[in-house]
């Protein structure tokens, strides 16, 4: 996947976290991470990922979602695959 495509699925989901009945520290967890995503996605076709925690917070967060809202943690198990597609 291209990261530009990336860009756009994670704007998508910025959205989409807003709507969710989390609590705020979930959200602004989610929001987070997606931020950090978008940043490094930004650093142009060679980017590398320097925070090295990134897919344990990725892995972590679906962990937390995966019995109280599959479709969060559905989305989230999706952007890993695509992270991990284009070397990340």
Same mark, same amino acid.
Request: hydrophobic share 40%; proline share 3%.
């Given at each position: 996947?291209? +990261?530009?495509? #990336?860009?756009?699925q994670l704007s998508?989901?910025?959205? @989409? !976290?807003?709507? $969710? ?8 967890? *989610?929001?987070? #991470?997606? &931020? &950090? !995503?978008?940043?490094? *996605?930004?650093c142009g076709p060679?980017? /590398? #990922? @320097?925070? =090295?925690? $990134?897919?344990d917070r990725l892995?972590? $967060? ?5 019995? @109280?809202? +599959?479709?969060?943690?559905? !989305? $989230?198990? &999706?952007?890993?695959?695509? *992270?991990? =597609? !284009?070397? /990340?």
């Amino acid at each position: 996947m291209d +990261p530009k495509q #990336l860009h756009e699925q994670l704007s998508q989901f910025q959205k @989409e !976290i807003d709507a $969710l009945s989390v609590d705020d520290g979930s959200r602004a967890k *989610l929001h987070a #991470l997606v &931020d &950090d !995503i978008d940043r490094e *996605l930004g650093c142009g076709p060679q980017f /590398v #990922l @320097e925070d =090295s925690s $990134l897919q344990d917070r990725l892995e972590e $967060l679906v962990a937390g979602f995966e019995v @109280e809202h +599959p479709t969060v943690a559905g !989305i $989230l198990k &999706d952007i890993m695959v695509k *992270l991990a =597609s !284009i070397g /990340v």
